[in-house]
């Protein structure tokens, strides 16, 4: 069944769910490529926008490389991404809209995926706002640029712009801003908005926090695996710094100029991209966000000493990325901030091993346990229930606590330790951390 919407944006058709109407792929922005994005406030007039399907995802190296053989690839693909088709395309500018019926002034939800700044989408296995609009939210998914198409630097984008790199970021604070502007017409309260991601997701969120010019664009922000700062090595560099990696990968494509990289194929563009892969082993640190002197003025390790004095949340599991640093560093800035850290201590069910990887959060955050292939229990929708209660109530408030739960302090250097029996304050056990990072490490 399908549901019609009058906004300032135009007339939107969309899907009726059993607690929400759902409204996908709607086009916040266009962008042309290594151009930065020009924001898309109004359709022609008379237009009917359908917003029944998911839209365009960014392109990225699994568009033509998948790399299923490698066993991480293969691990997260069967954890979040069997059995689905995406559509790829450039013009990726899209966030989608979970809304409940009859709402005005509700809190709104921004999440941002993560994918380690190269992949990514809103269309996930793991992803769906349902159980927030349950509970009266308005829940945002976002798409933006990732890889190449987000974060190439050189010196022409700087001479055009003045600046250069974060396709991506600069995305992300567009969509925010479109939300502040049209989520009103949805129920939403423009002035009530919290920003939720994962992993790199998480870390572009921790970058957004730590602009002055972003200062009232949201109140409160939840940063699952990658809140407080990443690792010293993996910290933003300057932009130039990381242009003479985006020049050998124009000598590999085969362009002379600038202007023949923008218009190259983008199977040519992937397949560049894959051999540089093979050649060097710092391509993770040159896709990614850069001190570009706009979105991230200075250096982190300096910014981070000044973040927005909003509400935090903070959270990472037992066997995260660098369990025991992403629990150092995100505990770190929870004190700092009088910040609110949870720490999750389920091992994922089944026979791989994996206790709780990476990401084995997701499906709690977003009750979506049921479309998992991981044999979930009764108890495990239950700590998935408490979980998401907490958010709203963040969300609500800027604190988590709500009558009939587990009391949640933000005492400095405490978490909210989630295991399998018990919910309560507590200290992760670091040994534990240490221990799984270096028998378990990545997911097999």
Known sequence: MTVLLQTGYGLLRGNKREHCNEFLGIRYARAGRFEYAVPVDH??????????????????????????????????????????????????????????????????????????????????????GDAYCKR??????????????????????????????????????????????????????????????????????????????????????IMM??????????????????????????????????????TLGLKELFTAIEEIRKKRKDNTYNTMPVIDEYHIPEPVDVLIEKPLRIDYMIGFTNNDLYAPIMAKIGTKFASDNKGYVYYFDIDAPGDDNNGAFHSSDLRYMFHTLSKSHRPYTSRDEEISDLMIDYVCSFATSGNPNQKGR?????????????????????????????????????PK
């Open 43 to 128: 359709m022609d007039d008379g237009d009917e926008y359908d917003a029944t399907m998911f839209g365009s995802v960014c392109p990225q190296l699994r568009t033509y490389y998948e790399h299923l053989e490698v066993p991480e690839r293969k691990f997260y693909h069967r954890e979040f991404r069997n059995g689905i088709s995406y559509r790829y395309d450039e013009d990726c500018l899209n966030l989608n809209i979970y809304a409940p019926e009859g709402v005005s002034k509700a809190p709104v939800i921004i999440f941002i995926y993560g994918g380690g700044f190269d992949s990514g989408t809103t269309k996930d296995s793991c992803i769906d």
């Open 136 to 221: 009266g939210i308005v829940f945002v998914t976002i798409n933006y640029r990732v890889g190449v198409l987000g974060y190439l630097t050189h010196k022409k984008i700087e001479s055009a712009y003045g600046h250069d790199g974060n396709f991506g970021l600069d995305d992300q604070a567009l969509a925010i801003e479109w939300v502040g502007r049209h989520i009103e017409d949805f129920g939403g309260d423009p002035k009530n908005i919290t920003l939720m991601g994962q992993s790199a997701g998480a870390i572009s969120i921790q970058y957004l926090c730590l602009s002055p010019d972003n200062e009232g664009l949201f109140q409160h922000a």
């Open 225 to 262: 695996s990658g809140g407080g700062m990443f690792p010293k090595f993996a910290l933003p560099r300057p932009a130039e710094k990381t242009r003479e990696y985006w020049l050998q990968l124009m000598e590999i494509a085969g362009c002379n100029s600038f202007d023949e990289l923008k």
């Open 406 to 442: 587990p009391k949640w302090k933000n005492t400095p250097g405490t978490a909210l330790c989630i295991g399998p029996k018990n919910v309560a304050m507590g200290k992760p056990f670091m040994p534990k951390l240490w221990w799984n990072m270096i028998a378990k490490g990545e």
